[in-house]
């Protein structure tokens, strides 16, 4: 993967055609030659061979961003699908998010985020192509048409836009060019092949950690255990006498070993001896922390939402019902370690990782080696699993301070220990529900008081906003689709230390487990089936309740399951996007349950590539129902006390559901699809458990202990 053409170079290549305009293409007709002022929003070029590239701005971490860019704009170019080509972007804010105002890639947020920027820039190219095939032939553009990769006159001539980049180049850039009707489309909602696929397959793609450079040596870091922990006394006199190493260097993430390889510089940290002192942060333990959330969501006085009269609601209530749910602390488990490879060079920066925030690391890394962000290149690679964990920085300055340090390119690696150790992780939560029945088992009063630490404190670059209310970590229970008219759900902040950090699919993928559980709960409550209850309090949200109708028909609710098999159910929106899940579930004599089956309906608005949704839930149904059967972290001492896979299992192939993925035929707007997935899968295994067995399950990951048979 090239990335060292500049926007610049390309522009002024004779060789290639490329489109720039600035957003939303107001005022900026003219020829391209007078344009190039614009090379900053380039997404494409072509060349005289008619080989399409397409320039994403956003991360490869599996979701497919490498095949959707290309494809919003191969579609509104009409661009012969085999031609195309994609190639990673440089930093610029060209190529910012328009979501995020920052070059980064997060939140589901790819193709919502371009959808009509990138299609814009294929429809411009279309344009400009059809104006150079007229002009030649002499016809009005209206009597041309294109396809394939080619303009076609209607009288039968033919020009394949490769033949047209030069006069294309000379024609005016569109000021508002046309976006073709959604029924036009050939190639977005229709299954394609991804374009990054055979190079993962022949072993050419380009991972962070397989970056290389002459000279490169390899650090592994001893890292503080808790955020703000200080190495008072450092011991390196083993660690420098292991053969390869280096350099022993004290950063304030930690104690760092220089070495010629990976192994060299882990055996000489091994071989450090570090007193740390932890400061605040000795206490902590899983009890205080699970004690701390339990008493700030009783005290949550961070409103989110107010409505009707609870008290009189609550006087005019048949039943009352009560829960409180706990869910633990996350690491990320990336299956590719954190990584990057930077040179530091007088008043130059370069970085080769995977990262999720190319642009804020621009400006980061500017301060860390004091120079200019126009000075600090990035080249993103690919990422092995991203889930929120590659949008922080700290392995990125980690790298960069030690090669400013040793004057050498560095290779920083983290151990799978080092970062599940001393890593991000998602807030641990709790959530304390309290909600009334009347006479007919219809809900009257919801009331809900969730504690958590702050992402949006713990981030860098948010504010809690003045109500006091962290929107992460109320998501999902405060937008809940319910038609409850008396309601007070409420933010309880609680910061019991450890650093947290984006989980694929944020406060949603505890929320979602809390509500849909406790919701599951109320339709116990009432003598109702749980799908039923659910749909008759979805009236006011027919995307909900298209989505969990969907589901249920297609895992046959209401029909027999197998012998010794249970339904359970939950629907959710995140990310713009609406999924219900429908899982089946059969718990064995030892407690264990089994998860045989998940129906998913999927409504995410119009589709680019239906097998990569496919694709992507599969995924978040893995990552769900790992946290849901396994994961947590857990502290003892200060310490965390889970090290690798072993003591913080994922779901092995042997345990994998079958998996059905239904997709809603949708005219709305895109929602996203990488993260959507996740939040439902652990509360339709719960409540299908409950209806196995009876019994409640309101802390994750599940106590299969209390599943046991006598």
């Known amino acids: 993967m090239d990335t060292t053409t500049t926007r610049r170079g390309f522009l002024q290549s004779g060789s ?164 073709k009707d959604p029924k036009d489309f050939r190639l977005l909602g229709k299954p394609t092949r991804r374009l990054d696929t055979p190079g993962k397959l022949n072993g050419s793609a380009k991972y962070g950690i397989d970056a290389q450079l002459p000279g490169l040596l390899v650090a592994v870091m001893a890292r503080a255990p808790q955020p703000g922990a200080k190495a008072v006394k450092v011991d390196d006199a083993k660690a420098k006498a292991v053969k390869g190493v280096r350099q022993v260097i004290t950063i304030p993430h930690g104690v760092a070993v220089l070495a010629d390889g990976y192994w060299a510089a882990k055996k000489g940290r091994d ?46 209530s048949a039943a009352r019902i009560e829960a409180t ?63 929120g964990r590659r949008f922080a920085p700290d392995f990125t300055i980690d790298a960069t301070l030690l090669s400013k340090l040793s004057g050498k390119p560095v290779k920083l690696i983290y151990s799978r220990e080092d970062d599940m150790a001393a890593g991000f992780y998602r807030p641990a939560a709790v959530a304390k529900f309290e909600a009334t029945l009347d006479a007919a088992g219809t809900p009257t009063l919801l009331k809900a008081g969730v504690a958590s630490p702050s992402i949006m404190a ?130 064995g004599a030892d407690g264990t349950p089994k998860v045989h089956r998940v129906v998913a309906a999927v409504d995410c608005g119009m589709t680019v590539n239906p097998l990569t949704i496919a694709r992507q839930i599969e995924g978040a149904i893995v990552y769900g129902l790992s946290a849901a059967l396994y994961g947590r972290i857990t502290f003892k001492d200060g310490r965390v006390e889970q090290s690798n896979f072993h003591d913080y299992p994922v779901l092995r192939m042997n345990e994998m559901p079958k998996v059905e993925v239904h997709v809603v035929v949708s005219s709305e707007k895109p929602g996203g699809i990488g993260e959507p997935g996740t939040p439902p899968a652990a509360p339709a295994v719960a409540n299908a458990i409950f209806a196995a067995t009876g019994k409640r399950l309101r802390s994750l990951p599940f106590d299969t202990a209390a599943l046991k048979k006598a």
């Open 16 to 179: 290639a055609l490329t489109i720039a305009f600035a957003l939303p293409l107001a005022g900026h007709a003219g020829r391209l030659g007078a344009a190039t002022l614009f090379a900053p929003n380039a997404w494409l070029r072509i060349a005289p061979d008619g080989r399409v590239t397409v320039i994403c701005g956003s991360a490869e971490m599996g979701q497919g961003v490498l095949t959707a860019i290309p494809m919003l704009v191969a579609e509104e170019l009409d661009a012969d699908w085999n031609s195309v080509r994609v190639e990673q972007a440089p930093v610029d804010k060209a190529y910012a998010n328009p979501m995020f105002g920052m070059q980064a890639t997060g939140g589901s947020t790819t193709v919502r985020a371009h959808w009509e920027p990138v299609r814009k820039a294929g429809a411009a190219a279309r344009e400009m192509l059809v104006a150079a095939a007229a002009a030649q032939w002499k016809v009005p553009v209206t009597e041309c048409r294109t396809e394939a990769g080619q303009v076609i006159h209607r009288g039968g001539r033919k020009l394949a836009y490769g033949a047209l980049v030069d006069a294309a180049s000379r024609m005016p850039v569109p000021e508002a060019p046309t976006l």
């Open 271 to 316: 071989a450090l001896v570090i007193d740390w002192d932890l400061g605040s942060a000795a206490g902590l333990a899983s009890d205080k922390v699970s004690a701390g959330l339990a008493d700030a969501a009783s005290n949550a006085d961070a409103v989110a939402l107010d409505a009707g009269n609870l008290r009189d609601a609550a006087a005019n």
């Open 325 to 387: 749910y706990e869910a633990p602390y996350l690491a990320h488990a990336c299956m590719e370690p954190m990584n990057c490879t930077a040179l530091v060079r007088g008043d130059t920066v370069e970085i080769w990782a995977g990262t999720q925030s190319q642009g804020p690391n621009q400006g980061i890394l500017s301060q860390v080696a004091s120079v200019t962000p126009a000075k600090v290149k990035i080249n993103t690679l690919l990422l092995g699993g991203g889930f």
């Open 458 to 587: 713990a981030s860098g670059f948010m504010k809690i906003p003045d109500n006091g209310v962290d929107s992460f970590a109320m998501e999902g229970i405060a937008d809940h689709p319910y038609d409850i008219a008396n309601q007070r759900l409420a933010y309880g902040r609680h910061e019991p230390g450890p650093q947290v950090w984006f989980w694929r699919s944020v406060g949603h993928s505890q929320n979602i487990f809390f509500i849909e559980s406790f919701i599951d709960e109320l339709a116990a409550a009432a003598k109702q089936d749980p799908f039923e209850f659910r749909r008759a309090l979805l009236g006011k949200q027919p995307r909900y309740k298209g989505v969990l109708e969907l589901a249920a028909q297609k895992a046959g609710w209401g029909t027999p399951a197998p012998a010794g098999v249970f339904r359970g159910i939950a629907v959710a929106q995140s990310f713009g996007s609406y999924v219900a899940e429908v899982a089946e579930v059969s718990v």
